[in-house]
């Protein structure tokens, strides 16, 4: 699948408030000449009009590309936020974002991605970086009225996952990232919660649940299901099926840490 149909077939929540505006003020033209260049038959496929689908069944898989469109569109905004937080535009950064989109869509995606993120930072040049973090706040509101909970989760999940590309995760990136969280109505504690992932520690396993070691067992026990309910990798399968093994990944590290507790309570 093209990018530009991505983007220019079903828009879902993103065709209106601040996201469709952000899209129709960052590319403009760019949408139509990307479009012709992209959209052919060969890459349509049937999902333009009815073939193969009853009338019902289409209407479902447009408002489920939509949604997912929508995620990925909003995933790009913030990436360009969070991005250049730290007052600089890492290639590791911007090879993660390619790579997400490359093996999604294809290598004309990834280099369509590409240019879709310089066009918002352009835009965020522009228009200076406070104009552009109110813009971002507002894009976040949109998000937060149109996706449920895991769908969020899943977004702050990518974000963290950018930041982490480079090796190191700036300060200023984390302070950005928990806007975002707040932005999205979330806890920024989540944020401390993903950025303990991965790691072999005990107190970053506490970190992981969002509890501390001087816990309750049954604190302990709360605050994983809590987490296993939330961030169950079926409550992004509508998003596809890249998404939803981004969503495994994070599942495993939850009871990764999870278990490293239990082991070490003897639980």
């Known amino acids: ?8 077939g079903f828009l879902g929540f993103m065709s209106g408030g601040p996201l469709g505006a952000l899209a ?45 469109n929508s995620f990925l569109f909003s995933m790009l905004v913030l990436a360009s936020y969070i991005i250049k937080a730290d007052g600089k535009v890492m290639h590791s950064e911007m090879e993660l974002v390619r790579n997400m989109l490359r093996q999604n869509f294809g290598m004309v995606a990834s280099q369509q991605g590409d240019n879709i993120l310089r066009l918002l930072f352009d835009e965020q040049k522009r228009v200076g970086a406070a104009a552009f973090k109110q813009t971002v706040m507002e894009c976040c509101q949109q998000i937060a009225a149109n996706m449920d909970y895991s769908q969020r989760l899943q977004l702050l999940n990518f974000l963290v996952m950018i930041s982490q590309a480079d090796g190191r995760v700036d300060p200023a990136e984390v302070t950005a990232m928990k806007s975002c969280a707040m932005w999205l109505q979330m806890s920024p504690d989540e ?10 520690d005990l107190e970053s396993a506490y970190r992981v649940l969002g509890v501390s070691p001087d816990a309750t067992d049954d604190e302990l026990k709360r605050a994983y299901r809590r987490l296993a309910l939330e961030h169950h990798p079926d409550k992004v399968a509508a998003l596809g099926d890249d998404i939803r093994k981004a969503a495994e990944k994070k599942f495993q590290e939850i009871n990764a840490a999870k278990d490293r507790i239990w082991k070490a309570r003897g639980l």
């Open 191 to 200: 944020i401390d919660s993903m950025l303990g992932m991965g790691k072999d």
């Open 1 to 8: 699948m093209a990018l530009g149909k991505w983007i220019g």
């Open 24 to 68: 129709g003020i960052v590319l403009g033209h760019y949408f139509d000449s990307m479009l012709d260049s992209v959209n052919t038959p060969e890459t349509q496929g049937t999902f333009d009009g009815y073939s193969g689908y009853g009338h019902q069944a289409y209407q479902q898989q447009r408002a489920a590309q939509g949604q997912r």
